[in-house]
C-alpha cells in the first residue's frame, strides 16, 4: 500500500476546458477527500510553447511543454490525465501504460472502435491504474441512484429512459466549427456517450439497439455540417428491461439535460442534472392520498456529499463531480485495485454508439454481440 501523504506527480496534456478542470481537481483533491497520495502539478502540455507556458503560470504547474512524449516520458511525471482530441489518445495511452504510468481519459476513449480496443488492451496489459473521463455519473445524487437500484428500493426494473440534451446548436445561424465536422465531434460522439454512460452504471449492459440518427441543420455560416445534430435509439437491456434514450444539441432551451427516468414494479426515481442537487423518489406503499414523488434533497447522507459541505441542500457542482472523479483515480492508482469506469468501461460505451449508427443506417434492430 501506499504512503500516507505520498506525492505523485500528475501531468496534464491539453490546457482547455477539460485540461483546466482536471488542474483544479488534482490541486483541490488532497485537501477535500484527505487522499493518501497528493498531487504535485507537475507539467503540463498543450499545442504551443506559448500556450503551454500560459497554462503553466494560470493552472500553478512546475513546467510546460508542447510535446506529448516529452510528457509522457519524463520521469517526475507519475500519472498522466488525457485531455486532447480524440485523435491523440490511443497513441498516448499506449506509450504511457508501456512506461507503467496509470492514466485517466477524457471520453470518449479513442476516435474509433479499433483504437478503444487497442487502448483496453494496452491498459489490461500493463496492469495499472486506468479510468475515463465519465464525471456525471458521479454526482452524489446519482451515487444514490445507483445505491437504491441495488438496494431494490424500486423493486425489479421494469423501463428505463435517458437523454443528454443541449441547444449550443439549436439556433441554425450559430456559425460552423470543429463541433460540426466529423462523426467523433457529433451528437453521437460528444454527447451521447454520457448518457449511455450512465445507461450502464443505473441498468447493466446493452444486448441489442436500434437507432435514428440525424443533421437538423446540414449547412451553417462558414460551411457544411458533416454530422449529427441529434439522435435516438431504443435498447434492450441484457437483464430484459425496455430502454429509450434521446441525444441532442439541438434541443432548445435545454442547457444540460442529462436526465433520465426509472420506472420498478415498487417505485421510479427522476433525476435531472439541470437540477443536480435534487433526486426524486416514488415509493408504491402508503396511502394512496399521500402517495407521490418526493424531492430529496441531497447532502451528507449521500455519497461523497460531506467531504464538500456538511450542510443538506447547499449543494455540490460541476467540478466538484471532476474533483470526485480525480479522488477515485489516485485510490485507484494507491490501492491497486480498480475504479469504474474504466477504459474497458469506456470501451463498451463506444460498442454501443457504434452499433446505433450501424443500426440507423442498416434501418434494423442490431446485435451488441457483432461489435
Not at 142 to 170: M, N, V
Not at 178 to 188: L, Q, S, V
Not at 310 to 328: C, F, L, M, S, V
Request: aromatic share 10%; hydrophobic share 40%.
Amino acid at each position: 500500500m501506499t504512503a500516507y501523504g505520498t506525492e505523485i506527480g500528475i501531468g496534464i496534456l491539453g490546457g482547455g476546458y477539460m485540461g483546466k478542470a482536471h488542474a483544479v481537481a488534482m490541486s483541490s483533491v488532497g485537501a477535500i477527500f484527505d487522499t493518501t497520495l497528493r498531487p504535485r502539478l507537475e507539467m503540463i502540455c498543450a499545442s504551443s510553447p506559448q500556450s503551454a507556458e500560459w497554462y503553466r503560470k494560470a493552472y500553478g504547474f512546475l513546467r510546460a511543454t508542447d510535446s506529448w512524449r516529452t510528457l509522457v516520458t519524463d520521469p517526475k511525471v507519475e500519472a498522466i490525465v488525457i485531455a486532447t482530441p480524440q485523435a491523440l489518445h490511443r497513441e498516448i495511452a499506449e506509450a504511457a501504460f508501456a512506461l507503467g504510468k496509470p492514466v485517466l481519459c477524457e471520453k470518449p476513449l479513442g476516435a474509433s472502435l479499433a483504437d478503444s480496443a487497442a487502448m483496453v488492451a494496452a491498459a489490461e496489459a500493463s496492469g495499472v491504474a486506468n479510468m475515463v473521463g465519465f464525471n456525471y455519473i458521479r454526482t452524489p445524487a446519482s451515487q444514490y441512484a445507483r445505491q437504491l437500484l441495488a438496494e431494490g428500493a424500486i423493486g425489479d426494473i421494469t423501463w428505463f429512459r435517458g437523454e443528454h440534451t443541449e441547444d449550443f446548436y439549436a439556433d441554425p445561424d450559430t456559425p460552423a466549427s470543429w463541433r460540426t465536422e466529423g462523426m467523433a465531434n457529433g451528437t453521437m460522439g460528444d454527447l451521447a456517450p454520457h448518457m449511455i454512460n450512465a445507461a450502464l452504471a443505473l441498468l447493466g449492459p446493452v444486448a441489442s439497439v436500434i437507432g435514428m440518427v440525424e443533421t437538423v441543420h446540414s449547412a451553417r455560416p462558414g460551411g457544411k455540417v458533416t454530422n449529427d445534430d441529434h439522435a435516438q435509439m431504443m435498447c434492450r437491456f441484457e437483464n430484459g428491461v425496455m430502454g429509450q434514450m434521446y441525444f441532442s444539441r439541438v434541443a432548445t432551451g435545454r442547457k444540460m439535460g442529462y436526465a433520465y427516468e426509472i420506472s420498478g414494479t415498487k417505485g421510479a426515481i427522476r433525476f435531472d442534472q439541470e437540477d443536480q442537487n435534487a433526486l426524486w423518489l416514488y415509493r408504491r406503499d402508503g396511502l394512496e392520498a399521500t402517495q407521490g414523488f418526493t424531492k430529496i434533497l441531497i447532502g451528507p447522507a449521500h455519497p461523497d456529499y460531506l467531504p464538500f459541505c456538511q450542510g443538506p441542500g447547499h449543494g455540490t457542482g460541476y467540478q466538484d463531480q471532476i474533483i470526485i472523479e480525480a479522488k477515485d483515480f489516485l485510490e485507484a492508482i494507491a490501492s491497486g485495485e480498480a475504479r469504474w469506469p474504466s477504459f474497458r468501461d469506456g470501451h463498451e460505451v463506444n460498442r454501443i454508439v457504434a452499433a446505433t449508427l450501424a443500426s440507423a443506417e442498416a434501418g434494423r434492430w442490431q446485435d451488441l454481440s457483432d461489435f
